[in-house]
Each structure stands twice: as C-alpha cells, then as structure tokens.
C-alpha cells in the first residue's frame, strides 16, 4: 500500500498494464497429482500465483464428536505462506484466512457428494506460495482438480474467477496492482455443466449493471479455465497411453 | 436419446453423458433427465445402462468382499482392522473362537496382535456402523508370509481380468500365490523374494496402464523378458 502508485493500468487501447487485453485471462498452468503423500493433490500457476492443493480422505473424523451421521465432514484450510508476499506474513492463520476457508468450503459443498459417505470427513488444504491477487480463486480452481484426483464423487469440476472494475472499466482475472487501486472487485466461482455459481463476493462499489456485466465476465472467464481443468486432468492418464504406443512402435 | 461420448472414451466429473432413457450407473448421476460423470474415468454403456470405470478411487467396504487389512487395536470384544476404507472394520472374538467369548479365559492378543495381516470377508456394512469381518470361511485368517503391496481399488477388476485370466498369468509366469483384497491391498507369496519382485512388477504394470488394450500379452512378456534376463545374469556368474 505504501508503494507509489503506478502509471496508468489500462492504457487509451485497453490494453492493461501486463499487456493483457480487458477480457483476458494470466497465463494458467496446471498440474495434477504431484504430491504422493495426499490422497489426491493439485498445482497452479496464473500469473504469478503458485499455489498447491491437497486432499484427505473420505477418512474418519477427528476429533471425534464432529462426525455427522448422514453425511461427510467437509473441512478446508486455506493458507498463505509466510513467504507469498513482499512483507512476511505470520503463519498463524488470520481473520482473512480464516474467512476464505470458510468461503471456499462453502464453493465445494455443492459440487461434493458428501451424503455418500457418512461419519466421515474430506479435508481440503490449500497453501498459497506466491501471491499475486486472486488465490482464493485460483486456489479453488487447484483444489477441485485435487479432489478429482482423490476419486471424490463431485457433481461438477468447480471453475473459479474473479471480475473487477480498474479505472472505471470492467476486467477479467484481477492481478494484485489493480486490485489494490482498482474501483472493484467481484470473485466468482462456477460449476459450469450445472451452470451454478457455488461463490460470489465483492469489495467495492459497482453499480447494478455493472455487477451483473462483472458476473458475466466472471462466469466466461471460469468456462474457459474448466476447459484447462479437463485437460489436466486427462492429461495425467493420456501420457500413459502415448508412451505405450511409442514402446510399441519401437 | 443422444449419448455424448464414445466407449472407453476418458471423462471428468461433470461431463455430459447421455440424456433421457439412460440409466445412470455406477460413478453418474442424473438431474433432470441428463446424466453426468463425477469422477475420472472410462465412459462404458450396456444396453441402457450408462457407467464409468474410475481411474483412481478409494475403497468403500461392501458386503461379500474380501479384503486384507491390519490389526491396529485390541479391543475388549475383538479386533480393529484398518482396510483401508473410509471406516475401521470389527472382527470379533466370538467369529474368531467359533464359540461364545469369555473375556476371562481367551486371550485375544495371543490369537491376533496389532500389526497383523488377515485376509477377511465382510458380513456387514451399511451407513450407521463400520464394516463387520469374518474369517469363518477357508482360506480366510492370519497371512504370515509373503509381501503386500497395494493399487488403487478401482482396478482390481483388472488385475483379475476376464475370467481371471490376467492374475492366471502372473501366477503361472512367476510361480507365486497371489491373494487379492477388494480392498487394493494384494499379498504376493513365492518361493524367493525375486519371483515375488516379479509378481509385483507385473502387478504395478497392471495399475499402470489398465486404461490401455492388449495388457494381458505385454505382462506375459514382460515377465518372461525379465525371466531370461535374470537367468542369463545368473549363468554368466557361475
């Protein structure tokens, strides 16, 4: 916050300040199935984001006494790493984390079978490395494909993206900068399939069209990244197959 | 009555699979007269019945399965036996001893200690309570040799193959038992610790690639290729 504010962020074309258009997605790389450890595990890369999902379970409830008898425990911690920021966080969880925990467990309780499995419970642990605007959504993004990779029934992949307002115009996938000096901010997250928005928040101040033109963006920004997510899923078990035709040829 | 992909093709939760006079099986559901994947997997249909193969998956006890598990606890009627299930099963004294317990005479640990292996068959299971094991049946109790090793248990099905002929294989080509737990836990005893390596090479092959055709003959290979290997090791050092 004490840093001098930048130059313009969209410039006379629109095209914003790391040469993204208005309507354009960070760079997105996604990896599944990376930590042996988890049951099921996730890792993404949009922009400068760098953040590891991992899965637990179904398994059974500790402590105890939370265990539901008609349906599964469904528990997330969302962390930021001490280092993911300029100025060192705490690691001690904060109010803020503990909120998007609390949100983002939220986005999975629609898509998750939970009713499957009674007197259990399915922990989600996502742990931001490097933070540049916009984890809570890439961080759903990661975990949805590490609870696919655990085998966890889910009625849907959960897509998630934010939409915001910089310099009185709406854009797509809001970076750290124009989040800080930017008018608004709108995270969405989306099952597309079922066409349902699992999360929806804002800070800041848009008028009434323009939070519905924001949802709008949000929600095709999250349709293109569910793209993404099939293809790392498939990717995992593709590899297998091209590898034993090339041993084939051989 | 449209379907949206072909047989075998690779799926993820959410995807579309057919709509309208379909049957959703196993790892679909249906809303609204459409039904969906919700795990990754094989797409597969029979008549009108619509279902994937998941490629990776974790297991749920059901009754009539045979299972391999460990003892993790002692308690006052039994045992604690973790299959690797969502659930802590129960083996009881009184399954074990084929009679009435009598806490004061029968000493549990001396029959099984925790850290023991069993091969059990579940008789109970359902939503309420964890899965309740029996080892009344022959061939069933303690397993005191061989080695374990474990796949996902989605692939089990594999592993055995059509009419068991994929597990026939490793059995004929390596000399070794094979005892399988619906489970994913598999025991693999031999007569030396090389064919047993073996057996699991073949094994984690299976896992590996189920999703791929022509398996059985490429383990059968495999097996024998590194059969001969190891004998032309062997003979060059006498």
């Known amino acids: ?250 | 009555m449209p379907v949206f992909y072909e047989r075998r093709q690779l799926v993820t939760p959410g995807d579309l699979l057919a709509e309208n006079d379909y049957l959703a099986g196993e790892n679909t559901f249906k809303e609204n007269g459409k039904i969906y994947a919700t795990r990754v997997g094989l797409v597969n249909y029979e008549n009108r019945n619509i279902y994937v193969m998941a490629l990776k998956s974790f297991y749920f006890p059901m009754v009539g399965d045979t299972v391999i598990g460990k003892v993790i606890d002692v308690s006052l009627i039994g045992w604690m036996i973790d299959v690797k299930a969502p659930y802590r099963a129960l083996l009881r004294a009184s399954d074990v001893l084929e009679r009435s317990f009598r806490p004061q005479r029968d000493d549990l640990p001396s029959m099984f200690d925790v850290g023991d292996i069993i091969i059990a068959n579940i008789v109970a299971s359902d939503r309420t309570r964890g899965p309740l094991l029996t080892i009344r049946e022959p061939g069933l109790g303690k397993i005191t040799r061989g080695q374990i090793t474990e796949i996902t248990p989605t692939k089990i099905p594999r592993l055995i193959g059509k009419k068991g002929s994929m597990i026939s294989i490793i059995k004929k080509e390596t000399g070794c038992q094979v005892f399988v737990g619906q489970n994913g836990s598999i025991i693999v005893s031999g007569k030396s610790p090389e064919d047993e390596r073996l057996a699991i090479m073949a094994i984690h092959k299976i896992e590996q690639e189920a999703h791929t055709s022509g398996l059985t003959d490429r383990v059968a290979e495999m097996i024998r290729k590194e059969k001969s290997e190891k004998k032309e090791v062997s003979g060059k050092n006498v």
């Open chain 1, 1 to 250: 916050m004490s840093k001098k504010k930048v130059k313009k962020l969209i410039n006379g074309k629109g095209i914003r300040y790391d040469g993204r258009k208005l309507n354009e997605l960070r760079p997105i790389t996604l990896e599944v199935g990376i930590l042996d450890n988890a049951d099921g595990s996730a890792y993404i890369e949009q922009g400068k984001n760098k953040i590891l999902a991992g899965v637990y379970g179904p398994k059974e409830v500790h402590p105890k006494h939370l265990a539901m008898p008609d349906r599964s425990l469904l528990r997330c911690r969302y962390h930021m790493a001490p280092f993911s920021v300029e100025e060192r966080k705490s690691p001690a969880p904060s109010r803020r984390e503990k909120e998007l925990s609390k949100v983002i467990r939220e986005a999975f309780e629609p898509s998750v079978f939970t009713e499957y499995y009674p007197r259990t419970s399915i922990d989600i642990v996502i742990e931001v490395l490097q933070a540049d605007g916009g984890t809570r959504c890439a961080g759903i993004t990661a975990a949805s494909l590490a609870l696919a990779d655990a085998g966890i029934p889910m009625r849907d992949l959960v897509s998630a993206c934010a939409a915001g307002k910089v310099e009185g115009r709406l854009v797509l996938d809001v970076a750290d900068l124009e989040d800080k000096q930017g008018e608004a901010d709108v995270p969405v997250a989306y099952m597309p399939n079922l066409n349902a928005i699992t999360l929806l928040q804002m800070d800041g101040m848009l008028t009434s069209e323009e939070f519905e033109q924001a949802i709008n963006l949000a929600v095709e920004g999250c349709k293109q990244i569910y793209e993404l997510q099939k293809e790392a899923l498939k990717a995992k078990y593709v590899e297998v197959k091209e590898a034993k035709k090339e041993d084939a040829e051989q």
